[in-house]
């Protein structure tokens, strides 16, 4: 993979993807950052990456919370000097027709954690991404191009995370900063 000693970040990394991806990266050698508010399951993968060969430091807490995030990041410099990566990974879903849903309240949640988490963490990782020609990796989705039924909430997310990626691209054009946008289905 071509990441031995590279400085990851990800967020959602206590299971799922984030969790594959911590052992990819950690079997490649990367010194990794692993943020989840899933307190046990997040220090399990950060015990299986160090077992694996890279090493691992599991961060406690929320993308919903900007200190949360800005906490992240200054734990990442402090440990490993340096942030190559930032895996934007963390994300919910929902399941329900638009006219079935009795709390509007998890649209909120859905935008906080989906996009507004990625806003957090990114903009307190930029600066250092900056100075390393690092990237910026977020995990959109497909259905950040189409809608699908029963997503109303998540598909709006999605579209706000993929448009603030394209458009930051375009402001980071000339810095050095990488931005991939992942759109698993």
């Not at 991404?129 to 910026?136: E, Q």
Request: hydrophobic fraction near 40%.
């Amino acid at each position: 993979m071509g990441h031995e000693g590279k400085s990851v970040i990800i967020t959602g990394a206590s299971s799922g993807l984030g969790a594959a991806l911590a052992h990819e990266f950690a079997a490649a050698g990367s010194n990794l950052t692993l943020f989840s508010p899933e307190e046990d399951r997040q220090k399990e993968v950060a015990e299986s990456c160090r077992a694996l060969g890279g090493q691992a430091q599991a961060v406690i807490g929320d993308v919903t919370d900007e200190m949360d995030c800005k906490g992240l990041i200054d734990k990442t410099m402090a440990q490993y000097g340096r942030v190559d990566y930032v895996i934007a990974n963390a994300g919910i879903s929902m399941w329900a027709s638009f006219e079935d849903v009795e709390d509007l309240g998890i649209f909120r949640k859905l935008m906080e954690v989906n996009y507004l988490g990625a806003v957090n963490c990114i903009y307190y990782a930029l600066p250092h991404l900056k100075v390393s020609k690092g990237m910026i990796v977020a995990i959109t989705s497909i259905q950040s191009k189409i809608g699908v039924p029963l997503h109303t909430g998540y598909v709006a997310s999605k579209h706000a995370l993929q448009g603030f990626c394209e458009t930051l691209r375009m402001e980071l054009d000339g810095s050095g900063v990488d931005i991939l946008t992942v759109l698993p289905h």
